[in-house]
């Protein structure tokens, strides 16, 4: 599937870069690496991960790593990353 992102997303993912690059350059390297192997295992399998509490919107755990990645599937060929978060912060509004 194609794999679209909102600009949310992007700023998400270069936060958390950011943030772990000054604490531990490759610790952050093997978060990004993972958040962006979770996008990949959701194209490849866009039924497979759990619903959120708002219609049209899923949510895959990065187990390893405690972020969550939303998205939604947007026709039979397109998925789109709504956004991405460790599960320590406050509940999204997407996650009520």
Known sequence: ??????????????????????????GAFNVLRAIYAGIDLIAEQPYSSQRSNVPDVRVRVVR???????????DDNTIEIIHVRHTSRRPWQGER
């Open 1 to 26: 599937m194609r794999v679209r992102y909102r600009a949310q997303v992007l700023g998400d993912i270069d936060e958390i870069g950011r943030y772990l690059e000054k604490r531990n350059p490759s």
């Open 64 to 74: 390893r790593y405690r972020y969550k990645i939303f998205y939604s599937i947007i």
